[in-house]
């Protein structure tokens, strides 16, 4: 907005401006890390958009998770799920990748992923995990199986998802390859996953406006 306004923006590494506020007067705005909130602060949002959540197993690549940030806001998902260890900081390289999306989208950092699924669970979560492994693709999986509320859980490119966050799943789901290339760089997956999501939650409720009947689906005993 500075900038815009013709107004000079001086980047201080914390002596620049100093050297010449006698000269000028000077206005300096102090950026400190973005906040994070916990998991039941997250889950106290009754917004439609705290129904869709996205939680990452391993995804320690900051332009992988200010990509997916990006897509998760754009998709309206209400929150991002990271784990204390192998998750990396809220740092500028993330802000630029996530085109500053990862300024609105609430992060939630938990000491134990699988603890948290649980949880999330019990507060009548479907937990729906992206799986190259998996029977079902994700085009033909049961829309019971992908209502809201929900967490989409995405692993690391080169191990996936862990096995004890693999058992902690309720559905898992597959995006079919049609290429040589058998798989999709994280967020590129995530945004495939969300969006079809959001596609299925228009025609749920266009259905519902219409009076027609819902498909049935598998439901997690």
Do not use: Y
Not at 54 to 64: F, H, K, R, S, Y
Not at 99 to 111: D, F, H, K, Q
């Amino acid at each position: 907005m500075a900038r815009e306004a013709g107004v000079r923006v001086v980047e201080d590494p914390g002596s620049a401006a100093d050297s010449e506020t006698t000269r000028a007067p000077w206005v300096r705005l102090e950026a400190g890390p973005l906040p994070e909130v916990d998991l039941a602060a997250l889950l106290s949002d009754r917004s439609a958009a705290s129904q869709t959540l996205i939680a990452l197993d391993g995804v320690e690549d900051p332009q992988n998770l200010g990509a997916i940030a990006r897509v998760a806001d754009a998709s309206g998902v209400g929150g991002l799920v990271l784990t204390h260890r192998h998750a990396p900081p809220l740092s500028e390289a993330v802000s630029r990748a996530s085109a500053g999306a990862i300024e609105w989208l609430p992060v939630c950092r938990v000491p134990n992923l699988v603890r948290a699924l649980r949880t999330l669970k019990d507060r009548g979560f479907w937990v729906v995990g992206a799986d190259l492994e998996a029977e079902t693709d994700l085009f033909s999986a049961p829309d019971a199986w992908l209502r809201p509320p929900r967490v989409l859980v995405m692993g690391s490119e080169g191990a996936g998802l862990r096995r004890s966050v693999t058992e902690a799943i309720d559905h898992r789901v597959r995006i079919p390859m049609s290429g040589r290339i058998a798989s999709l760089n994280v967020s590129t997956a995530a945004a495939v996953i969300l969006f079809e999501l959001g596609r299925r939650d228009r025609a749920r409720e266009a259905r519902a406006e219409s009076g027609a009947s819902e498909p049935t689906g598998e439901r997690r005993g």
